[in-house]
């Protein structure tokens, strides 16, 4: 594969890296682009996860000017927690999102900082693919109304959800 100009990439791991520091440290929150997923799969095959994961789905908007080079996606999140404290665990990681990524050009310049510190960990150096550098200029989070509890009866496991979208502007850095 390729390496391109996959901004989802960096927030991907950027987002893995800061919630980790809040819920499990020597863990790890998992990231997995919109295919068909059962939820319980995914929380029995990776067993270092920090029983915190997420779906997304890379949307390109409109350009709203007429200079092409600065681009605006959104991503859309599904976010999910496991556990006996799944419900605590959502609230929390909420608002660590919104902390991190709600604050326009001061978390852009935040995550750009931290994509030149930590760039071993987007750039596809594993062999897992990644992303050329990009530079943000902006981000907002909106969450939307479809916060849900899910209950599975057939594992009597709790899984709590919820949708978040941001939205960023870059251009390739």
């Known amino acids: 594969m390729a390496t391109i100009h996959h901004p989802p990439t960096i927030i991907n791991a950027y987002l893995s ?24 799969s995914l929380t029995t095959t990776f067993p270092d996860s920090s029983g915190l994961f997420a779906v997304y789905d890379r ?31 959502m609230i929390e990681l909420q608002q660590k999102i919104n902390d991190l990524l709600d604050s326009g050009d001061e978390s852009a310049q935040e995550i750009n900082k931290w994509a030149r510190d930590n760039n071993a960990l987007w750039d596809g150096s594993d062999g897992t693919g990644g992303s050329l550098p990009v530079s943000f200029h902006s981000f907002k989070i909106y969450q939307l109304e479809e916060t849900r509890d899910i209950v ?9 959800g919820n949708k978040i979208i941001i939205d960023y502007d870059w251009h390739k850095a």
């Open 17 to 40: 890296a800061k919630i980790g520091e809040g819920f499990a440290p020597d863990k790890t929150t998992y990231f997995f682009p919109t295919l068909p997923t059962e939820i319980e």
């Open 152 to 160: 599975d009866f057939g594992t009597a496991r709790t899984y709590a």
């Open 59 to 89: 949307m390109f908007k409109m350009r709203r000017q007429p200079f092409p080079h600065i681009k605006c996606e959104q991503l859309l999140y599904y976010f999910y927690s496991v556990g006996n404290d799944a419900q605590t665990n």
